[in-house]
């Protein structure tokens, strides 16, 4: 699959924009970042600092919404990377590159391709460091169950819930109303979910760990464990409490496994001293 480096991404026109794809809210995105900072190695951890010295805010956290800052903005990589923050899996938890993702825009084709170029050293700096910010966004976006579901309601954009008396959509309440509820600054939930490590992770050994990662987001869809039972609309704060064990273990996987990305993508066992 070949890589683009950021000058062809930003001369290249989309046609269209697609629906809202927002995944965890801005603190959501901190969260997992902050809880990969803790497990990068120091030549990545080197290596990121560098790639983003001329940041405003110059860390994993400070560039976790980037991607959902640029598609909201007006610019023609904005504009073209609006399909890479989900993927919609046609009805099943399988995986077929031209019915799930058409042109390779989709969040498990794209991944994998800023990856590719983010570990590659001869690529510019520029473009390197706009692929990490990608890969960082991208990689807590794929956890948010709703980013990779088998259901046709544009990950739950157009499912309508009414929490409150308030109407939403069940979107937007996986998005932050469910995190919310605990309370916590996204500093102090990230640390208080760094202290209950992940058991083993078989997906780190797989050949393709980010469709395996898209694939458990969309299993839980089919489950049943996402949506409100027998097809409900109306939800309550019971509702988002049961969920929220689940959503936070998303969370602490997605930070975890974007450790391990980062530090096979800047730390190989080749190059580690």
């Known amino acids: 699959m070949p890589r683009l480096p950021l000058p062809f991404l930003l001369a290249a026109v989309l046609a269209c924009v697609s629906p809202d794809a927002s995944a965890w809210n801005a603190e959501g995105h901190r969260i997992v970042a902050r809880i990969a900072e803790a497990g990068l190695r120091p030549e990545a951890r080197a290596e990121v600092d560098r790639l983003l010295a001329a940041e405003a805010d110059p860390g994993l956290a400070g560039v976790a919404t980037w991607a959902d800052e640029l598609r909201e ?6 504009k073209r990377s609006a399909k890479w923050h989900y993927i919609n899996f046609d009805g099943r938890c399988g995986f077929e590159p031209p019915r799930d993702c058409r042109g390779n825009n989709c969040v498990v084709t794209q991944t994998n391709m800023m990856f590719r170029t983010l570990a590659d050293a001869s690529m ?54 469910i995190l919310a509820r605990r309370g916590l600054a996204w500093e102090a939930y990230a640390d208080e979910l760094l202290q209950t490590p992940l058991p ?6 797989s050949d393709r760990p980010v469709l395996e ?26 509702f988002l409490d049961a969920r929220r064990p689940l959503a936070e273990r998303r969370l602490r996987e997605a930070g975890y496994r974007l450790a ?9 066992p080749a190059r580690r001293p």
């Open 73 to 78: 903005g007006d610019s023609v990589l904005g």
């Open 124 to 177: 510019p700096d520029e473009s390197r460091a706009a692929a990490l910010k990608f890969v960082v966004h991208f990689v807590a976006d794929m956890h948010q169950p709703l980013h990779a579901s088998p259901r046709d309601d544009k990950g739950g954009n157009d499912y309508q819930v009414n929490l409150d008396g308030e109407g939403d959509n069940l979107h937007r309440i996986w998005d932050g109303a």
């Open 200 to 205: 083993d992770d078989p997906t780190l050994g």
């Open 213 to 238: 990662w898209a694939l458990e987001s969309c299993r839980l869809v089919e489950a049943g464990e996402v949506y409100p039972p027998d097809g409900g609309h109306v939800i309550d704060a019971a």
């Open 260 to 268: 391990a990305l980062l530090n096979h993508a800047l730390a190989p």
